[in-house]
């Protein structure tokens, strides 16, 4: 298999299928050949205007086709993409902006203001060009779309490029911190996408749509489609025009994190509509419930497929594809293609099967390290591996089972608790919906539980229920001690639970 970049990709499917449909978004359908000359027309724009290999182009862009026409015109002149979320303000902004300075920003008109504000302050409104996309409106300080588009060349620019070259910061979902962006090279990227389409079984007749923001792991949105010259479609992660997309295009495969696609479930019972031709269910961003697994067979007769992946794996290094009728809580899969995992316990020797320890990750999907952050590669990378900070345990069938993230583990009174087995007690309550755990401080037990539920609809429940249904399921110590009944769980945008938005609740209830 020769590694080539995605850009490569797009270059021979408009050559070799150029009418062929590469992207679909509303009524919108574009094929190889257009999408590839549009792509070339920025790109030589990017040069014309003083953009050079290695800087930043921020795409503060929406699921919209100039996402991916600047995600693959910076790859084509060497620039290095960076994703910025369009509902982001200024606090949020700036962190990046002395990360990453850019030379360009491409900007959706509803977030325009506010990165006009950003660079304002920082003193940078006259460094840097801004190019502003499907706005209607005109104004003096920026430049339209498509006055750059159709005053360029849409012959491909002569700059050669190498695997081993950043071709974005993918940047991480910010649960341990602030976000950090991951260095991805065009490799990582071919590695990861074939990994993601040997795995899933994907072929050019797929037709993809992932559900994830545009802002999170944006070359998953089209990577794999343009792998393989398929289609992919665009939409926005509202459940109206998610279910629209996949009926109005024959949508075969799907990718989204699974608080949406219980949505997607209670979405489709509530209007009693009929379900298309859903063939992969691809469900990421946080653990997968056992539970949602059996019932979205049951609803569609679709297959749902668990995976684990990271920022810094450039995505899934572990699926579910092949699985047991009734998978335990927190099953993760099988190691995906052209990654390596290993389990190292406490003393970083390797776990035994049944042992919980730490997931390590090696191969070439794995990124770089992260930008301008010495300190946290070298916590966190170790000759090509990647220290995931998740505590896993690998059965005897090399399958691997989620336990807790390392700073989640809770510890009462000297013995480990691990998140995941108190919520998956807790949710086999018949009147409960959601749930999370979160250690609280104690001053002679070190921690004790603190379980934050969400009642089914129309429910009530005592406390006193709640601790004697667990009794009988977890042993004394892993027993919550604190209670709190909420309307919802607070979740990032990758779907994953906010706990330290749990823990700082916990703190401002005492």
Not at 88 to 98: F, K, R
Not at 161 to 180: A, V
Not at 233 to 250: F, G, S
Request: overall charge positive.
């Amino acid at each position: 298999m020769r590694p080539h970049s995605i850009t490569e990709a797009l270059e021979n499917w408009a050559k070799v299928n150029p009418s062929n449909i590469a992207l679909a978004w509303n009524k919108e359908r574009w094929s190889y050949h257009y999408l590839n000359q549009q792509v070339n027309r920025l790109a030589n724009a990017f040069g014309n205007s003083g953009n050079v290999k290695s800087k930043f182009v921020w795409g503060c862009i929406g699921k919209t086709p100039e996402l991916i026409v600047t995600f693959l015109a910076a790859a084509k002149v060497g620039l290095v993409y960076v994703p910025v979320n369009p509902k982001h303000g200024p606090e949020d902004l700036a962190p990046i902006l002395h990360s990453a300075r850019p030379s360009c920003v491409i900007a959706a008109s509803e977030c325009l203001e506010t990165v006009l504000f950003t660079l304002k302050s920082e003193g940078l409104t006259n460094e840097v060009s801004i190019i502003e996309c499907s706005s209607k409106r005109q104004s003096t300080k920026k430049t339209g779309w498509h006055d750059i588009i159709s005053g360029a060349r849409s012959s491909r620019p002569n700059v050669s490029i190498q695997l081993s070259e950043p071709i974005y910061l993918n940047y991480t979902s910010g649960t341990t911190g602030l976000p950090k962006g991951a260095i991805t090279t065009h490799e990582n990227i071919f590695w990861n996408s074939m990994s993601a389409i040997n795995v899933l079984k994907l072929s050019r007749s797929d037709i993809h749509l992932c559900a994830f923001p545009a802002h999170i792991h944006p070359h998953e949105i089209f990577s794999r489609s343009l792998y393989l010259g398929g289609s992919v479609v665009l939409a926005e992660p509202e459940m109206d025009q998610i279910w629209k997309a996949i009926n109005d295009n024959n949508v075969t495969c799907m990718m989204a994190n699974p608080s949406l696609y219980v949505l997607f479930d209670q979405h489709v019972k509530r209007r009693k509509k009929e379900f298309g031709g859903l063939r992969v269910a691809e469900s990421g961003g946080s653990i997968t419930p056992s539970a949602l697994i059996k019932t979205f067979k049951h609803s569609f007769d679709s297959h749902m497929v668990p995976v684990w992946g990271s920022t810094e794996t450039t995505g899934i290094a572990i699926a579910a594809y092949d699985y047991p009728e009734d998978p335990k809580e927190g099953f993760l899969g099988n190691a995906c293609p052209f990654y390596d995992l290993t389990v190292i316990n406490d003393r970083k020797d390797p776990a035994k099967p049944g042992e919980v320890g730490q997931l390590v990750v090696r191969g070439p999907g794995v990124t770089q390290g992260y930008f301008g952050a010495p300190a946290e590669n070298e916590r966190k990378f170790y000759h090509g591996s990647y220290l995931t900070g998740d505590l896993v345990v690998r059965d005897t069938d090399n399958r691997f089972y989620f336990q807790s993230r390392i700073n989640d583990m809770i510890k009462v009174a000297g013995l480990k608790v691990y998140p995941k087995e108190v919520e998956a007690v807790l949710i086999l309550h018949p009147k409960i919906s959601d749930v999370a755990v979160i250690g609280k401080p104690n001053g002679v037990r070190g921690e004790e539980i603190h379980a934050f539920i969400v009642l089914k609809k129309g429910e009530k429940l005592k406390v006193i229920d709640v601790i004697q249904f667990c009794r009988t399921k977890l042993e004394d110590y892993k027993l919550p001690r604190h209670f709190s009944f909420v309307a919802s769980l607070p979740r990032n945008q990758s779907g994953k639970v906010d706990r330290a938005e749990l823990r700082r609740r916990a703190t401002i209830n005492d």
